[in-house]
Structures are given as structure tokens and as C-alpha cells.
């Protein structure tokens, strides 16, 4: 089956400094890669996408890469804000008609 | 309303209750998840349903009873829970099954007493 690992929380960064989130999957056939946020008393919203290796996904600043010979899909942002304070859940999805596996999420937190 | 709502958005049952957790999505999708979110462990996938016909249960505990008379509607049915079953109850959709963006509601907590 699928798994996905990623870095353990929380991680606390002060705002402007570069963020990366790591995560390494396991899945079936070709997956399709996701980063969803959850931020405080909210359900989860996705991120970015990738959908093939090499391909990268990007939105609101943060991106990640799809390398399927790391079998990673790190989260990056060069410039974090606090209102990008939120937990960060990646997510592998298998070819076919598999679902979303999530990771435990990682919780960030950026200070003023 | 627009995209995936959840209500009741907190709920605190007894051990012997009967509670109901309900899901409406307005975004036109076909397929609807259940999930449990519980501290410093994954979110779990409990049920999918799509086209109003249940495609995975995994392994959830009897219970837990799901109904999803339409494909904009889907109900968790709680009964005799246990205390471990306190968490984050989240409800999601996509289009279509396993090949779109999951949408997720706000989730009701569940504290179960």
C-alpha cells in the first residue's frame, strides 16, 4: 500500500525565513503528488499538485518537485508570512482510481 | 452556502448516545469521503462513496454506520462510541472517484465522554 513520511513538527520559523517541509512516499504505479494545508479550525485546503515526474507544483509562493528517483516531494518557500502558520499534510495518490494517502502533518509556526 | 458544510461543528456525546454527524457538499460532486483526524496520528480514511454507493470502508468499526442517500449528502451515524473515538470528523468530495481535488468541510469535533 501506500505511505508517505514526512518531518516531524512543529517547525518554527520567524517570518521572511525560508521554509522546507520534507516528504518521502511509498505508492503504487505512478502517483500523483499533493501538499494540502490545514489552517487553525478549518478542514483541509489543497496546496499544489504534481502529477508526473519532474513536473512542479507551485501556488501562494510554496513549491515542491516531484522526484521520483528520491521518491520525495519536499515542501519549499522562500519567504514565509504568518498567516502561513497552518499544518501541512503531504499526500501520495496511486495511478488508478486509488485515494489519498496523508501523511501525520507537519505543524508550522511563523512569528512576527 | 458554498463548497462542503458540516454540521454540527462540535459535539460532546455520551458513551451510550446516539448522534448523527451530517455532510452537504454544493459543489456538484459525485463522490464523498469520510475521515478521522486524531492527535499526532494520520488522517485516516474511513469511507468513499460515489454515485451514493459505498466503494471502501476500511475497516471501520460497526459503530460507525455512514449513509449517503444522495450524492450531495452523506451522514455519519454514531452510536455506543468509545472515548479513543474523540477526533476530528472531516467530510470531503471530488468530482469524480480517486482522479480529482478532494474539497474538505471544516470537520466536527466529537468528544465522546
Known amino acids: 500500500g501506500n505511505s508517505v513520511t514526512q518531518m516531524e513538527g512543529p517547525v518554527t520559523l520567524s517570518e521572511e525565513a525560508f521554509l522546507t517541509i520534507n516528504c518521502t512516499y511509498t505508492?503504487?504505479?505512478?502517483?500523483?503528488l499533493f501538499w494540502y494545508v490545514q489552517y487553525p479550525g478549518e478542514g483541509l485546503q489543497l496546496l499544489l499538485k504534481?502529477?508526473?515526474?519532474?513536473d512542479k507544483g507551485s501556488n501562494k509562493g510554496f513549491e515542491a518537485t516531484y522526484r521520483k528517483e528520491t521518491t520525495s516531494f519536499h515542501l519549499e518557500k522562500g519567504s514565509v508570512q504568518v498567516s502561513d502558520s497552518a499544518v501541512y499534510f503531504c499526500?501520495?495518490?496511486?495511478?488508478?482510481?486509488?485515494?489519498?494517502?496523508f501523511g501525520k502533518g507537519t505543524m508550522l509556526l511563523v512569528s512576527p | 452556502e458554498t463548497g462542503v458544510t458540516q454540521t454540527p461543528r462540535h459535539l460532546v456525546m455520551g458513551m451510550t448516545n446516539k448522534k448523527s454527524l451530517k455532510c452537504e457538499q454544493h459543489?456538484?460532486?459525485?463522490?464523498m469521503y469520510w475521515y478521522k483526524q486524531s492527535a499526532k496520528k494520520p488522517l485516516e480514511l474511513m469511507f468513499v462513496y460515489n454515485f451514493k454507493e459505498q466503494t471502501e470502508n476500511n475497516s471501520v468499526p460497526s459503530r460507525f454506520s455512514p449513509e449517503c442517500p444522495n450524492s450531495s449528502h452523506l451522514f455519519l451515524h454514531l452510536h455506543t462510541l468509545q472515548p479513543e473515538d474523540s477526533a476530528l470528523y472531516l467530510c470531503?468530495?471530488?468530482?469524480?472517484?480517486?482522479?480529482?481535488?478532494?474539497?474538505f468541510g471544516p470537520g466536527t469535533r466529537l468528544t465522546v465522554t
Open positions: 499526500a501520495p495518490r496511486g495511478s488508478g482510481y486509488s485515494t489519498l494517502t
Open positions: 459543489l456538484g460532486h459525485n463522490a
Open positions: 505508492a503504487t504505479g505512478y502517483p500523483s
Open positions: 504534481a502529477t508526473k515526474a519532474d
Open positions: 470531503a468530495s471530488s468530482q469524480g472517484l480517486g482522479r480529482d481535488e478532494q474539497y
